[in-house]
């Protein structure tokens, strides 16, 4: 025994020890992870607070760029000479002098974008006639106009100047341009189309001073589309993680993250309403956070706070299973002594306060015991005054009279049947005195005794048996059921000596149901008098009532249901445990 609680003590401190140290390393690490992220977060939101003045400022290039592109917009639709070159009919010479008119006014025209490299392109709705300030710069031919998405794209938003993407082959490679297109209306008519083109590298001047590696800038309409990036690759494709940043936007969201192309990112984003465009800036989280935090020293501090932990973890958990190891062993002495002996052991408080309460549990446990034994003395006189109660001296008086009375009559077969069934019912009453039978060899005696009782009272008196056949082996409390239907039998057909006694036995979930029915005369249960509920209760069924709360609790007994003139009804409930 000291082998095994020394074992289980050895078991007990590692148990322990295993789970502490579990605990301590996981605390450590997420303490450790936590850290890393806070500081992560808390650099990135301090490096997104300095981006927004750095958006800022981007916000105002764009906007002064935008100014201008405005500005020349309205100069080109106040021109006359723009509008008579595309609505009026010339003649050759005519529309010369006017293409130098026009010529000179664009020049003037054009002063506005000077700070920017552009060029002006008017193309008419039909396609048929093109004026452009330097073709050598950017260029569409007249039979492109009509087929281009460009000219489609612009009529379908008359009055407001769009940026579009656009690629042009310059020899073996494409040039990205951004193209601000307007139309031109007069009297809600549209003859033409302006077209200001600018080069993706000289528009991205405005922001891609603040762009570098793993800092990208990108402008987009609301559907996602790229118009203009520090990236020339990414011109005119489309970013649905921008679509969904632009939907769940707000002003007071600083940043988002999202997963592009396999990497983390911090994205934030700016309204241009002057554009109607969006302004994101992509910055890659790991290069952001890179070589910021000490991710070494954090780890060795993390590592040396697990390691004295664990030590004094180690002192503390010895110290606490070597006093329990002590209680263990002379709790284990306790039964030796027939528990009149009682623990001594010392310690900290805790210790002492389950010493305390084991040696007020040994106290409860003797009085507990006396009390056990007093009930079960008290249990097994009441079990034998109850089998001496069951068959008295007026119950053999009258059935040896029964049997006088069937030898004198010649009826030698019926008296030697009534002897049998008494014999065996008094070897049952008085020679087997175990408390309980099954419900099988209970019903057969009982046939024994109303066998005895019809030839005393008449065999018009019917007894009927309804027992589950599940119930047969099912234990229950000896001769429990007899006194009812003595009682059935003297009182029930007092006045008519015919009727019906019917005994129902079944299953309900755990409980064994015992049912006594008979048609006979029955009584006021409420309103009858003490003495006449006496005549039908009895000392048998009040014995019976103290046997089952003695075996069961104070819960179970027999239920009477009785009305004049209908009879009475028998419910006996009680548990069972099937053999």
């Given at each position: ?189 549209h003859f033409a189309n302006s077209l200001i083109a600018i080069r993706n590298s000289d528009f991205a001047g405005l922001f891609a ?371």
């Open positions: 025994m000291m082998k095994f609680l020394r074992l289980s003590q050895v078991r007990f401190f590692t148990i322990i020890m295993a789970v502490a140290v579990l605990l301590i390393i996981a605390v450590a690490i997420t303490i450790m992870l936590t850290t890393i992220r806070m500081s992560e977060d808390f650099f990135i939101r301090t490096h997104t607070v300095q981006n927004t003045h750095v958006m800022e400022q981007i916000r105002r290039n764009l906007d002064s760029f935008h100014h201008s592109v405005v500005m020349t917009n309205f100069q080109i639709q106040q021109s006359m000479a723009v509008e008579d070159i595309f609505l009026l009919d010339y003649t050759p010479t005519q529309r010369w002098d006017r293409l130098f008119t026009l010529s000179r006014t664009m020049d003037i025209v054009l002063a506005n974008m000077g700070a920017y490299a552009v060029s002006i392109t008017i193309a008419g709705s039909g396609g048929d006639f093109i004026f452009n300030t330097n073709a050598s710069h950017w260029a569409i031919k007249p039979g492109e106009v009509a087929a281009d998405s460009l000219m489609v794209n612009t009529s379908l938003t008359p009055r407001n100047i769009v940026y579009l993407p656009n690629m042009r082959h310059d020899g073996a490679s494409e040039v990205p341009y951004i193209l601000i297109a307007n139309s031109l209306i007069n009297r809600d008519t001073i603040h762009a570098r590696d793993g800092n990208h800038m990108f402008i987009t309409d609301e559907t996602g589309t790229i118009i203009s990036s520090d990236m020339d690759m990414m011109i005119g494709s489309s970013m649905p993680e921008f679509v969904n940043i632009i939907y769940a936007h707000s002003a007071d969201t600083l940043y988002h993250e999202k997963i592009i192309d396999g990497r983390r990112q911090i994205v934030m984003a700016e309204f241009l309403p002057t554009q109607n465009l969006w302004l994101f800036n992509m910055i890659d989280r790991s290069l952001v956070v890179y070589g910021v935090i000490d991710t070494r020293t954090i780890f060795l501090t993390v590592l040396g706070i697990i390691v004295a932990s664990i030590g004094i973890m180690y002192v503390g958990i010895k110290t606490i299973t070597n006093r329990l190891s002590s209680l263990t062993s002379e709790i284990m002495q306790v039964p030796n002594t027939d528990f009149k002996g009682y623990v001594t052991t010392s310690g900290f408080r805790e210790v002492q306060d389950i010493v305390f309460a084991f040696n007020s549990m040994l106290d409860k446990l003797h009085t507990h015991i006396d009390e056990i034994m007093r009930i079960n003395k008290q249990k097994r006189e009441a079990e034998l005054t109850g089998l001496q109660r069951q068959i008295n001296i007026h119950f053999l008086y009258n059935t040896l009279t029964s049997i006088n009375l069937l030898v004198a009559n010649g009826h030698f077969d019926g008296a030697v049947e009534t002897i049998n069934d008494l014999i065996s019912l008094l070897q049952f009453t008085v020679g087997d005195i175990s408390e309980t039978t099954s419900v099988i060899n209970e019903v057969d005696h009982l046939k024994k005794y109303v066998h005895i009782m019809q030839r005393r009272h008449g065999e018009d008196i019917l007894v009927n048996f309804y027992v589950d056949a599940e119930t047969n082996y099912l234990p229950m409390p000896k001769l429990l059921i007899q006194p009812f239907i003595e009682n059935a039998f003297i009182h029930a057909f007092q006045a008519n000596k015919q009727g019906n006694i019917d005994l129902f036995i079944w299953k309900d979930d755990n409980q064994l149901v015992c049912e006594i029915i008979d048609n006979g005369k029955g009584f006021d249960v409420v309103n009858s008098s003490e003495e006449r509920k006496q005549k039908y209760t009895g000392l048998g069924i009040k014995n019976v009532q103290e046997r089952m709360q003695l075996l069961y609790g104070e819960g179970y007994g027999a239920q009477i249901h009785s009305q004049p003139a209908e009879g009475t009804k028998i419910t006996i409930r009680f548990p069972y445990v099937q053999k």
